[in-house]
């Protein structure tokens, strides 16, 4: 079993910054590939990120890339999203997802553990 705490969402300004991080439980969180995924009210859940076990293997969607880090650090159980050149269409809820395959994963559906979320809101 693992839970997920997301935190470090908030209101910023259309070309700023937040880093969003998600503290997991459990000993095993290094045996799990981690998500990054967002969704507005009205609209479907939308890949964002996603990194396998180690940090060897980063992935993200292409409304992202360039804009957008994925990170781990396995000792303090925690991921990372750090988010830069915020737009307005960046604004969502943002969720963090942990997965016991290898490799990275895009598709939600293969993630077994997800955070309750956290609201990111950027500003025009």
């Known amino acids: 079993q693992v839970q997920l705490v997301e935190s470090g969402g908030g209101l910023v300004q259309a070309g700023g910054s937040l880093r969003l991080s998600c503290a997991a439980s459990g000993r095993t969180f290094r045996m799990y590939s981690m998500g990054w995924f967002r969704q507005d009210p009205g609209k479907e859940r939308e890949f964002v990120a996603a990194?396998?076990?180690?940090?060897?293997?980063?992935y993200y969607a292409d409304t992202v890339k360039g804009r957008f880090t994925i990170s781990r650090d396995n000792a303090k159980n925690t991921v990372y999203l750090e988010m830069n050149s915020l737009k307005p269409e960046d604004t969502a809820i943002y969720y963090c997802?942990?997965?016991?395959?290898?490799?990275?994963?895009?598709?939600?559906?293969?993630?077994?553990?997800w955070g309750q979320g956290t609201q990111v809101t950027v500003s025009s």
């Open positions: 997802a942990a997965g016991p395959v290898a490799g990275v994963v895009t598709t939600g559906g293969q993630y077994d553990y």
């Open positions: 990194i396998n076990w180690n940090g060897g293997s980063r």
